[in-house]
Nanobody
């Protein structure tokens, strides 16, 4: 079992920055993908950014150049640095871990942290 706890959300004005953190406890096996997803009111959950066990990264087009995903393996922490925030980034942000172990994919989610961008 893997537990994920997000933090770092809040209310900010357009153009400001936030850094989200996700602390993972439990065993995560390689290969894996660590990701941030978000769900805006009335919308489907979407992938924001992912980083793999071999440090490949993916970003949704709307955040490229503004958001950076990173991880601290020693502290089992995943980060999402969000710069130049826009009202359209307002959403509940979730941390996700997917890994393959003994031929089976496992998938874990955090509870989410709210990001609100408003003037």
């Amino acid at each position: 079992q893997v537990q994920l706890v997000e933090s770092g959300g809040g209310l900010v004005q357009p153009g400001e920055s936030l850094r989200l953190s996700c602390v993972a406890s439990g065993s995560i096996f390689s290969p894996y993908w660590l990701g941030w997803y978000r769900r805006a009111p009335g919308s489907q959950r979407e992938l924001v950014a992912q980083i793999s066990s071999v440090v490949n990264t993916n970003y949704v087009d709307s955040v490229k150049g503004r958001f950076t995903i990173s991880r601290d393996g020693a502290q089992n922490t995943l980060y999402l640095q969000m710069n130049s925030l826009k009202p359209g980034d307002t959403a509940l942000y979730y941390c996700n871990v997917k890994y393959l172990h003994l031929g089976t994919w496992s998938d874990y989610w955090g509870q989410g942290t709210q990001v609100t961008v408003s003037s």
